[in-house]
């Protein structure tokens, strides 16, 4: 079984450059405090990586 792991919106996008907006979409993240849980790939940790200062990955 792949690992999983949760992330979580904890700011909003309002005044977020577009492409930082649609790496939040794409993590499946859509109001703040929300939650998705995705498999643990590079693809998804870039994603993360890349949006960290609106993300937080939660246990």
């Keep these: 079984m792949a690992n999983k ?4 919106l ?5 005044g977020t450059r ?6 939040v979409r794409g993590l499946g993240l859509r ?4 939650v998705s849980e995705l498999e643990d790939t ?3 940790r870039g994603m993360i990586n890349k949006v960290s ?3 937080k ?3």
Aim: aromatic fraction near 4%; glycine fraction near 4%; charged fraction near 20%.
């Design 5 to 8: 792991i949760k992330v979580q």
């Design 10 to 14: 904890v700011k909003g996008l309002i």
């Design 18 to 23: 577009q492409d930082h907006r649609a790496t």
């Design 31 to 34: 109001r703040v405090n929300s």
């Design 42 to 44: 590079p693809s998804v």
């Design 53 to 55: 200062y609106l993300v």
């Design 57 to 59: 990955v939660v246990s």
